[in-house]
């Protein structure tokens, strides 16, 4: 391994849930047992989802829900779009219905019809989710990809 590869790892990752492996599925599924039911034991969890107690200890401490703990807070999104009227326009309409507060936003030049469009908002501590939200901005029509970059 190069210098420039080492310098690139990364240590932790954001993805989506249907590119988790359905053995790291069942431990959040068995977490949140834990988490849920008073006097649970790990073995009864571990039995509930059909997985080994093994593989619940292997993958415990290294998969971790994402929560739309968001709330209150600041959220990055990257969006790769098509250059097609009106798309941004209801991108925007779509954050502010769920109250989202924009701070900042960046397009980028099209290129080969595609624009990357970097938006900041602060997420209220009410209203809609970020995970609505994030699934109502990829349904629509021109947008290829929306990625959570940061949240704080």
Same mark, same amino acid.
Not at 17 to 26: E, G, I, R, T, W
Not at 55 to 83: N, P, R, V
């Given at each position: 391994m190069t210098q420039n590869e080492t310098n690139f790892e990364e240590? +932790? +990752?954001?993805?989506?849930?249907?590119?988790?492996?359905?053995?790291? !599925? !069942?431990?959040? &599924?068995?977490?949140? @047992? @834990? &988490?849920?039911? !008073?006097n649970m034991s790990i073995q009864e969890a571990t039995e509930a989802?059909?997985?080994?107690?093994?593989? /619940? +200890?292997? +993958?415990? *401490? *290294?998969? @971790?829900? /994402?929560? *739309? =703990? =968001?709330?209150?807070? =600041?959220? =990055?999104? @990257?969006?790769?779009?098509? *250059?097609? !009227?009106?798309?941004?326009?209801n991108v925007l309409n779509i954050v502010a219905k769920h109250h989202a507060n924009i701070l900042t936003i960046h397009q980028s030049i099209p290129v080969n019809g595609i624009a990357s469009l970097t938006l900041s908002a602060e997420i209220p501590f009410t209203g809609s989710s970020i995970t609505a939200m994030i699934e109502e901005i990829e349904t629509l029509h021109g947008i290829q990809s929306v990625k959570i970059l940061a949240r704080e």
């Open positions: 240590k +932790y +990752y954001l993805v989506k849930k249907n590119a988790v492996s359905p053995v790291l !599925k !069942k431990v959040i &599924e068995a977490k949140r @047992l @834990l &988490e849920s039911t !008073k989802v059909g997985i080994s107690r093994s593989s /619940f +200890y292997k +993958y415990k *401490d *290294d998969i @971790l829900a /994402f929560h *739309d =703990t =968001t709330k209150g807070k =600041t959220i =990055t999104l @990257l969006l790769q779009m098509e *250059d097609t !009227k009106g798309l941004l326009a």
